[in-house]
């Protein structure tokens, strides 16, 4: 799992724009996050997160972004930061138009670690 979503995140880097490297950051902290390992979780969720900010991506990726760093600091045990992630991740969504996009990022929030 781990190796296919670094693989999956290496090709976007070469093939894709900052959409699809910021998709393949946010599927790397999500399987360091399922896998329970805090440390590699937040840094991918960062990186997600820093390329949405230097390419302007808003909506449902930057919403993803935050919704990845409330998962990893939950993780982690950082009860605080996870909360605070979780708030800007639902301002994000404020912007969600899509209702697939929309049911997506509600499902994912919903499962967050508390």
Same mark, same amino acid.
């Given at each position: 799992m781990v190796h296919a979503a670094h693989a999956s995140r290496y090709h976007?880097? /070469?093939v894709g724009d900052a959409t699809n490297l910021l998709a393949?950051?946010?599927q790397c902290s999500r399987v360091y996050s399922v896998l329970r390992r805090a440390e590699? #979780?937040?840094?991918?969720a960062e990186c997600a997160l820093r390329v #949405?900010?230097? $390419?302007g991506i808003t909506g449902f990726f930057l919403a993803t972004c935050y919704e990845a760093l $409330? /998962? $990893?600091h939950a993780v982690a045990g950082? /009860? #605080?930061a996870s909360d605070a992630a979780r708030e800007q991740a639902n301002r994000a969504a404020e912007a969600i138009t899509d209702p697939e996009e929309r049911e997506i990022f509600d499902r994912d929030m919903a499962a967050l670690p508390m």
């Open positions: 976007w880097e /070469r393949g950051e946010w590699p #979780a937040l840094h991918h #949405a900010q230097e $390419a $409330a /998962r $990893a950082d /009860r #605080a």
